[in-house]
């Protein structure tokens, strides 16, 4: 870290403003989220919404106590953190090749690309009874699932990036004669991390929810299974808890990939 004194005034005042607007940001999302905790509670407390349909946050809390309690907790959330991770890497890492293969062979990216963007049209859920007898009842079946989901955008996004590349560095490398496994390891690769990194906030999101959807047709384990259950048997309560850890889980891992942007992009 530079010393403070290699600054100018100016300059540190600069930063202080930047870190003041941080904190002032960081508040605000800070007190956002607990006023609509609170405005939750309070209204169900004073039956201004159904608390029997919304829950609340003290009843969630209670919940979270019991499946505890049960030793549930912690095996539900394993599962559909495994299978999430699991899709998500797959997805990430196939699609990453498959782009490296298009990129460098632009007649196989003509042959593919209409039949990759009708595959990222097609709607996955309409798959579940194939990917049920294809793959059986089991964890194979949801990882399969979130594979899918998310592998097209990765292809697309991934393949994207390594297309924006600038023209003038491309000539360049030629120029410099450069083949081509040269210049995708000294020149697209690098420029294009950016793009990388957007492509994998965005197959997070994807990932949850092909794992959640998995779950929701085939699983008898996972967040998605306690939803599907909460719902059959009416218990809302079991529904909000492991949607709330869904959208705990989600976050914490889409900030993993924001500070691994942070330590890369660099």
């Known amino acids: ?90 997805a990430v890492i196939v699609g990453y090749a498959v782009a490296v293969a298009l990129w460098m062979s632009e007649g196989a990216r003509k042959i593919f690309e209409p039949y990759i963007v009708v595959l990222n049209a097609l709607p996955k859920i309409a798959l579940g009874p194939l990917i049920i007898i294809w793959m059986g009842t089991g964890y194979t079946a949801i990882i399969f699932m979130t594979v899918i989901i998310a592998l097209i955008v990765c292809i697309m996004n991934t393949l994207t990036g390594f297309l924006q590349v600038d023209a003038t560095m491309l000539t360049l490398m030629r120029a410099l004669g450069a083949n081509k496994r040269q210049t995708l390891t000294k020149l697209v690769i690098p420029a294009s991390l950016p793009q990388l990194m957007n492509t994998l906030k965005v ?31 009416f218990r809302l309560d079991l529904v909000m808890t492991a949607t709330m850890i869904l959208c705990a889980l989600a976050g914490a891992m889409y900030a993993l990939v924001a500070l691994a942007e942070r330590l890369l992009v660099k």
């Open 1 to 90: 870290m530079k010393n403070a004194k290699t600054y100018s005034p100016e300059h540190m005042r600069y930063l202080k403003g930047v870190k003041r607007k941080k904190i002032l940001v960081w508040t605000a999302r800070a007190g956002l989220l607990a006023a609509l905790i609170g405005l939750w509670e309070l209204f169900a407390r004073l039956e201004v919404i159904d608390p029997f349909v919304t829950s609340s946050p003290s009843r969630v809390i209670a919940t979270l106590g019991e499946l505890y309690a049960t030793g549930n907790l912690f095996y539900h959330i394993g599962v559909t953190l495994m299978e999430t991770v699991t899709g998500f890497a797959a």
């Open 203 to 233: 197959a997070v999101g994807l990932a949850w929810i092909g794992s959640v959807m998995g779950e929701y047709i085939v699983s008898r384990a996972g967040l998605g299974y306690l939803i599907v259950y909460g719902g059959q048997v």
